[in-house]
């Protein structure tokens, strides 16, 4: 049976997975109405991978004998100066999940529930691999910036990306 305070810290980081997806969601909505349709199924699929991230988490949770709860959430914004202030705010968010998931991590540790330390494992593992995706996405901007075209070609570059396994994960 997992312990109370184990389960409660899950089941917060549940609500900050859907709102990730909430986020990603409302931004590729925002690239679809500003005509950056890779920008779009980039973010369209990214949103999916967080539900995913939650739907993980809560089958854990109710597998271990918790129960898993959703909670209320705020409305994400849903405009947004420029395609680069998506991405700027997607890295800072995702710096946030990576240390909540730490700290997440040290709740488990502390318990001395080893299993669920090992099952955050994969998480850790995803926000390396979701950090360097974007903060190489913010370098692109910065070589885009200066050419011609820029912003089309990174676009169609988000769009192939959205198309390849495990893209934006
Ligand atoms: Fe962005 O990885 Fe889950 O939250």
Known sequence: MIKKKVEEALNDQISREEQS???YMAMASWCEVKGFQGAAQFLYKHSDEERMHMTKLIKYVNDKGGHAVLKPLEGPDS???SLLNVFEQIL???E???SAINSLYEVAFDEKDYTT????QWYIQEQIEEESVFKGILDKFRLAGNEKGGLFHLDKELESMAGMAGAGA
């Open 21 to 23: 997806s909430r986020i």
């Open 79 to 81: 405009k947004f100066e």
């Open 92 to 94: 800072k968010h995702e």
């Open 96 to 98: 946030y999940i990576t």
């Open 117 to 120: 330390s090992q099952f955050l």
